[in-house]
């Protein structure tokens, strides 16, 4: 059945298996490999044309190449987006959808908690060429309102947030922004694409790192951003094609087939996710465990508004005793002797992969930011990550079992 004949309001489910194919005369079943730099005119004329912009064809990879075609309409598909675009990397996917609509003296309003290596362009990068940043408590209504009180050209945020998983009020920074005339840009790789519809809550952009779940086997990098054609093919597309930042065909095959498999991965990570947290907030070895669908979590309402999967991590801070400080040695070693004690948990900074994973964000993911700045976002030498993957939950419940008993 070719796209153009699929029936009406397919849901994600299947949209992730009929989308995005374009079957070459071979017929082939699955979505075919298009590993080439370029592509032949049939006459010089062809090529004029080409260039000229008066006819659409695959002119060189930097440009367009069908396996990346492929991979952009099945996540438009399934995000509700009307375009895509892929990026190289999920950072690259990061940068352009700011880089391309942002100038000297331009003012951009961003959540403090963010991505380690965005944080790094926002203060290495952006702040050199005349941006203006202003950061805000994402979980906190109040600064938002004060913040963007004031006319903006675009705000980021990453909900839930990295790592402590902070719920961003949506909806509501998406009413603010709009009266700052700002474009509201959600980094939604924590939610993923089935937990949260950060365009249907308001937004105006979603951006994924696709080798986290999107790939979910630990296998490519890849990003996408996603949105509205006047922004996706606009200046987003203009700055990839002419940067580079393009994703190889191999990468997006791999990303293709792996959407096919996204929502069983992401609803049985998520399922055990949210079971492993319940079990570690009840642990006398852990103070405080985070997932937004946990009633304990401190924006648990607002999540279970916006979000219909909690997503695939539990952030967990160890219960170090009366008097140990939380942000000194004493409390690394506790948060070291646990991982290094974890069998089915590899330490590494990956998330939403099929294998589990520990990570400890003080010292790796965000060992830039000074002791101050993890503070103020919730990050202490106890705070441990877990990306649950898919092994058997009671499996890894054991583990932590045994691990916790180190500490
Ligand atoms: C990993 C990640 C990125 C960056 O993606 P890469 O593919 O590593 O470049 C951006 N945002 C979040 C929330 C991430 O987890």
Known sequence: MNAQELPRDLRPDTLALHTGIHRSEANEMSEGLYLTQGYAYDS???????????????????????????????????????????TSTGMSAVFVSLASILGQGDRLVASRALFGSTLQVFANFFEKWGIVIDYVDAHDNEDWERVLATPAKAVYIESPTNPM??????????????????????DN????????????????AVVYSATKHIDGQGRVLGGAILGSADYVDGPVKTMVRQMGATI?????????????????????????????????????????????????????????????????LVTLDLA????????????????????????LFTISNNLGD?????????????????????????????????SIGLEDVEDL???????????
């Open 354 to 386: 099929a294998k589990s994973i520990s990570t400890h964000p003080a010292t790796t993911t965000h060992n830039k930011m000074t002791p101050e700045a993890r503070a103020s976002v919730g990050i202490s030498e106890t705070t441990v990550r877990l």
């Open 189 to 204: 790789v924590f939610a993923t694409a089935l937990g949260q519809k950060p365009l249907e809550l308001g937004a105006d």
């Open 44 to 86: 010089a004329e062809q090529a004029r044309d080409a260039f000229a912009g008066d006819i659409d064809i695959y002119m060189y990879s930097r440009y367009g190449n069908p396996t990346v075609t492929a991979f952009q309409e099945r996540l438009a598909a399934i995000e509700g987006a009307e375009s895509c675009f892929a």
């Open 320 to 343: 170090v005793g009366d008097g140990v400080d939380v942000a000194g040695p004493e409390s690394q070693a506790a948060a070291f002797r646990f991982m290094n004690a974890l069998r």
């Open 397 to 407: 419940r054991a583990d932590l079992d045994q691990a916790l008993a180190q500490v």
């Open 248 to 312: 190889s065909p191999f990468n997006a095959w791999v990303l293709v087939k792996a959407l096919e498999t996204l929502s069983v991965r992401v609803e049985r990570q998520a399922a055990s996710a949210i079971e492993l947290a319940r079990w570690l907030e009840a642990h006398p070895k852990v103070s405080v465990a985070r997932y937004p669908l946990l009633p304990s979590h401190p924006q648990y309402e607002r999540a279970a508004k916006q979000m219909t999967i909690g997503g695939t």
């Open 165 to 186: 998983q902070d719920v961003v009020d949506i909806p509501f920074v998406a009413a603010l922004t709009k009266q700052a005339g700002a474009l509201f840009i959600v």
